[in-house]
């Protein structure tokens, strides 16, 4: 599956690396280029255990990081992986949310498959509802397990 990640901080640079290692071909988007380059030779621009050998394995190759967030268009499946720092009264700023999901949103809907985003910020019903799609605030479907 080919996988874009906007962000490569501590949860976008692993959850990157470990799609990689599982075989999906990924694009890690950041606007910083020391980041993007030091992915990009297999190194790991922060420290997390196994990580170092992750990113020397795979970066540059099945691992690609980009300042390019037209490099979402050719993929399956979006994450955003972004900080949400708290503000002074407690609630969450997500003014690198807002940076980061707008640009990745609409450079998506030039690939008509492309229907799938998941974010690991937390993000209230109703707290995007200016700028997110319109089913993102739905309640999702009851679902019955299958499973044994």
């Known amino acids: 599956m080919e996988i874009s990640v906007v962000g490569s901080g501590y949860v976008g640079t692993t959850v990157a690396a470990c799609l990689a ?7 890690n988007i950041d606007i910083d280029q020391s980041t993007v ?6 190194e ?16 540059g190759q099945r691992l690609h ?4 967030y037209d490099a979402i ?36 809907r ?5 229907t799938s985003w ?3 910020a937390p993000s209230f019903p109703g707290q995007r509802k200016h700028d997110s799609h319109p089913r993102c605030d739905e309640p999702a479907p009851a679902r019955t397990s299958t499973s044994r």
């Open 65 to 68: 990081a980009t300042t390019d």
């Open 118 to 120: 998941s974010s690991k």
């Open 21 to 27: 290692d599982l075989g999906h071909n990924i694009t």
């Open 37 to 42: 380059d030091s992915i990009n030779a297999g």
């Open 73 to 108: 268009v050719a993929t399956d499946l979006t994450f955003v992986a972004l900080p949400t720092p708290a503000n002074e009264d407690g609630s969450n700023d997500l003014s690198i949310i807002t940076g980061g999901w707008n640009p990745s949103e609409r450079r998506s």
């Open 110 to 114: 030039r690939n008509p498959t492309h």
């Open 44 to 59: 790991a621009p922060i420290h997390e255990p196994g990580l170092d050998e992750r990113l020397a394995k795979h970066g």
